[in-house]
């Protein structure tokens, strides 16, 4: 990968249907019009997946989704294969996010048979890793971060590219972030732990947990961060190009 941030839109279950398409259509038209130096790629809800791809389809931008089940197919009720999303003309699947390991009890052990499912696909992985608020308090964060990368496999998988989020899973939606320097510090531990794989430089290792139009450019500043994952900021248009536009070139 050469040395360009990459800017991840994490939707969630958010906005409606009809809302999420007209946003789409509106980040689309804004970036058109821009100089844009970063990657862009935006994970909206499974809905409204191909609705993006068509409407980013004469665009830079592209689409992943927020998750996929590690089979082709089976008897999986609720859940979209990874090959679902390759076959639509998804790019990219955030894996491994707080809100799945906590809200459906996700373990490193499953999110090592998607990423493993991942490379067989076209898809780039983004696996998502993060401290809780006592693993910081009890100054384990590190040690919390570097084990879920460990677990995941990732450093048994060779990916051409690979892509790392770091989310202190306490910063999430609470608009506070970690200073620059613990930001740095995590991110040289992760980088310390991929530099001994081949390839590590085709590594992306980006920043997420409370990223607004405020603390984007000091954080895109940081030595170590590639791009951010965002969450409630990417569902305002002009907040989100404003954070896109705070990248220095």
């Given at each position: 990968?050469?040395?360009?941030?990459?800017i991840?839109?994490?939707?969630k279950?958010?906005?409606?249907?009809?809302?999420?398409?007209e946003?789409?259509?509106?980040?689309?038209q804004?970036?058109v019009?821009k100089?844009?130096?970063s990657?862009?790629?935006?994970c909206?809800?499974?809905?409204?997946?191909r609705?993006?791809?068509?409407?980013?389809s004469n665009?830079?931008?592209?689409?992943?989704?927020?998750?996929c089940h590690y089979?082709?197919?089976?008897p999986f009720?609720g859940d979209?294969?990874?090959k679902?999303?390759?076959d639509?003309g998804?790019?990219?699947?955030i894996?491994?996010h707080?809100?799945r390991r906590?809200?459906?009890?996700?373990?490193?052990k499953l999110i090592f048979e998607?990423?493993n499912?991942?490379?067989?696909?076209?898809?780039?992985?983004?696996?998502?890793?993060?401290?809780?608020?006592?693993?910081?308090n009890?100054?384990?964060?590190?040690e919390?971060?570097?084990?879920?990368?460990n677990?995941s496999?990732i450093?048994?998988?060779e990916f051409?590219?690979?892509?790392i989020?770091?989310?202190?899973?306490?910063?999430i939606?609470s608009?506070k972030?970690p200073t620059k320097?613990?930001i740095m510090t995590?991110h040289?531990?992760?980088?310390?732990?991929l530099?001994s794989?081949p390839?590590?430089n085709?590594?992306k290792?980006?920043y997420?947990?409370?990223?607004n139009?405020?603390?984007?450019?000091?954080?895109?500043?940081?030595?170590?961060?590639?791009?951010?994952l965002?969450?409630?900021?990417?569902?305002?248009?002009?907040?989100?190009?404003?954070i896109?536009?705070?990248?220095?070139?």
């Open positions: 990968m050469s040395n360009f941030k990459i991840v839109a994490n939707w279950m958010n906005p409606s249907i009809f809302e999420g398409i946003l789409l259509k509106s980040i689309n804004s970036i019009r100089k844009i130096s990657k862009i790629v935006i909206p809800p499974s809905l409204i997946i609705d993006a791809i068509r409407i980013f665009s830079s931008i592209s689409v992943g989704s927020q998750d089979a082709q197919i089976g009720t979209l294969s990874y679902m999303f390759e639509i998804c790019e990219y699947s894996i491994g707080s809100e906590a809200n459906h009890f996700e373990s490193n998607k990423l499912s991942l490379n067989k696909s076209k898809i780039m992985p983004i696996l998502c890793v993060g401290e809780s608020f006592d693993e910081k009890s100054g384990k964060a590190s919390a971060v570097i084990r879920q990368i677990e496999g450093n048994e998988l051409k590219q690979k892509i989020a770091y989310e202190p899973i306490w910063a939606g608009g972030t320097d613990e995590i040289g531990k992760i980088r310390e732990k530099n794989k390839n590590s085709n590594i290792v980006l997420g947990g409370s990223v139009v405020e603390n984007a450019s000091d954080i895109f500043s940081i030595k170590g961060v590639d791009g951010a965002i969450g409630g900021a990417s569902l305002k248009q002009a907040d989100f190009i404003k896109i536009e705070s990248v220095k070139i």
